[in-house]
C-alpha cells in the first residue's frame, strides 16, 4: 500500500489547473510581458512620468553607488542595511515635502504595509476609500483592525463611518490620485472630517508625488496638509523619481514609531544603495527643473482632450493617468495587445485589480513625450478600439 501511494500520489494542487481554466474563460488570465530596447515601442504603459530613469544624473548615480557600497545593502535597516546614502535621501525627501522625518522601504508596496500595520492594531478602525491600493487592503488584514470601505472619494460617507465608530481610534486612509482612473481626490475636505471626529489621516501619494504642486511636491503639500500633526503620507520611488524603493513621511513621532513598529521594515532587507542613489538625484534633478510636473500634466490632458473627441470613454486628466473604459475583460485585453502590436505600450485594467469590475487600458503621461509620440499613441489607440 505505500509503494502504490508513492507510485501513484494524490494530485494536491489540481485545483490549479480548474482554477487557470476559469481565469482563461474570464479573459484574466495574465503573463509576464518581458520588455526590451526596441526604439519602435512607444510606451505610455509604464509609470516614470517625470522621464528620470534614464536621466543621465540618475544613472550616473545608480552606478558611482554600486561602485562604492556594492550591488545591496547587505541586512536589514536596523542592521546593517542603512548606508549614508539612505539617511541623505530620507533627510531630502523630508524637505521637500515639508514633513519633520521620512523612512525608506525597499518598496512602496511595504511602506503602505508599513504605515497601515504601525498605525492600526485590533480595536481601531479603518476607514478606507473603496477604491484604495491592494498594498493599503493588505496591511488591513495584518493589522487586525476593524475595516469599513467608504464610498470613493465622499468626504460625507466618511464622516458618517466615523461618527457612527465604537472605536477609540480611528485612522482614514485614502490615494491622492488614484491609480486606476487618475482621479484626484479633495484632500483638504477629508482632513476637515477627519480632525471633527478625531481621526490620523493616511495618504497613498504614490501617483501624486512629483506630479501635484508647482514644484512636484505632491498632493499632500499641494493641499497645504505639509506639516499637519495628524497626517502621514507614503509614497513610491518607483515613479516620478524613476528609481525603486517607497518612503513614509510625517511627523518624526510617528516615523519613528513606523521604524520600530513595521515587521515590512524590521525584517526586510534594505532598499539597494544604488536605488537609494538613483531616487536622490532624481530628487534633485527634479528641484532643479521644476517644470517637469507641468509637463507631465499637460501630456496627460493632450491625450484625454483628444480620446475623448474621438469618442472615447475617457477619465478627465488631474495627474498623468489617462484611463479609458473597455467593453470587457477579454477585449480590453485584445485592445492592449493589439496597441503593442502597432509600437504603442498601454496598460491593461482588469477584474479584480479594478474593484468597480469595468476593464480598462490606461496611459501614462510622461514629461518628454513628444508630439509626435502623443499624435501615435492617440492614432493607435483609436484605431484598435473595440
Known amino acids: 500500500m505505500e509503494a502504490e501511494r508513492r507510485s501513484s500520489p494524490h494530485d494536491v494542487f489540481a485545483w490549479i489547473d480548474d482554477s487557470a481554466r476559469r481565469r482563461d474563460r474570464a479573459g484574466l488570465t495574465r503573463r509576464v510581458q518581458v520588455r526590451g530596447t526596441r526604439a519602435s515601442v512607444i510606451d505610455f504603459g509604464g509609470n516614470d512620468y517625470l522621464g528620470l530613469t534614464r536621466h543621465p544624473d540618475v544613472v550616473r ?76 487592503i493588505d496591511g488591513y488584514r495584518l493589522s487586525g483592525a476593524d475595516v469599513v470601505n467608504t464610498e470613493h472619494a465622499d468626504s460625507q460617507a466618511l464622516a458618517h463611518v466615523l461618527a457612527e465608530r465604537e472605536q477609540q481610534r480611528a485612522v482614514a486612509v485614502t490615494e491622492s490620485v488614484f491609480s486606476v482612473d487618475g482621479d484626484l481626490v479633495d484632500l483638504s475636505a477629508i482632513l476637515a472630517v477627519c480632525r471633527d471626529h478625531a481621526a490620523g489621516l493616511l495618504v497613498d501619494d504614490a501617483h501624486g508625488f512629483g506630479v501635484i504642486g508647482e514644484r512636484g511636491e505632491g498632493a499632500v503639500a499641494a493641499a497645504g496638509l505639509d506639516g499637519s500633526p495628524d497626517v502621514v503620507t507614503t509614497i513610491t520611488l518607483s515613479k516620478s523619481l524613476g528609481a525603486q524603493g517607497g518612503a513614509v513621511i510625517g511627523p518624526r513621532r510617528v516615523i519613528e514609531h513606523v521604524m520600530n513598529m513595521a515587521r515590512s521594515f524590521l525584517f526586510d532587507t534594505g532598499l539597494a544603495p544604488a536605488s537609494a542613489a538613483g531616487a536622490l538625484a532624481a530628487l534633485r534633478v527634479l528641484r532643479a527643473e521644476p517644470d517637469r510636473p ?44 493589439s496597441c503593442l502590436a502597432d509600437g504603442v505600450k498601454v496598460a491593461c485594467f482588469r477584474p479584480p485589480s479594478v474593484p468597480d469590475r469595468f476593464s480598462r487600458i490606461r496611459l501614462t503621461a510622461r514629461a518628454e513625450l513628444t508630439g509626435a509620440e502623443i499624435d501615435r499613441a492617440v492614432e493607435v489607440v483609436v484605431k484598435n478600439s473595440p
Do not use: K, M
Not at 490632458?301 to 495627474?319: F, H, K, M, N, S
Open 61 to 136: 548615480a545608480v552606478a558611482d553607488a554600486a561602485l562604492t557600497w556594492g550591488a545591496g545593502s547587505t541586512g536589514s535597516r536596523l542592521a546593517t542595511g542603512t548606508t549614508e546614502v539612505h539617511a541623505e535621501l530620507e533627510r531630502e525627501l523630508a524637505e521637500f515635502c515639508g514633513a519633520e522625518a521620512a523612512l525608506v522601504f525597499s518598496s512602496g508596496y511595504l511602506a503602505n504595509l508599513g504605515a497601515v500595520t504601525a498605525l492600526a492594531r485590533p480595536g481601531t478602525l479603518i476607514a478606507s476609500d473603496v477604491f484604495n491600493h491592494a498594498s493599503l
Open 294 to 337: 507641468a509637463r507631465a500634466r499637460a501630456v496627460a490632458v493632450a491625450i484625454a482632450e483628444r480620446l475623448a473627441a474621438a469618442g472615447l470613454a475617457v477619465t478627465e486628466a488631474q495627474a498623468a493617468v489617462v484611463s479609458v473604459r473597455g467593453p470587457s475583460a477579454a477585449q480590453t485585453a485584445e485592445w492592449a495587445e
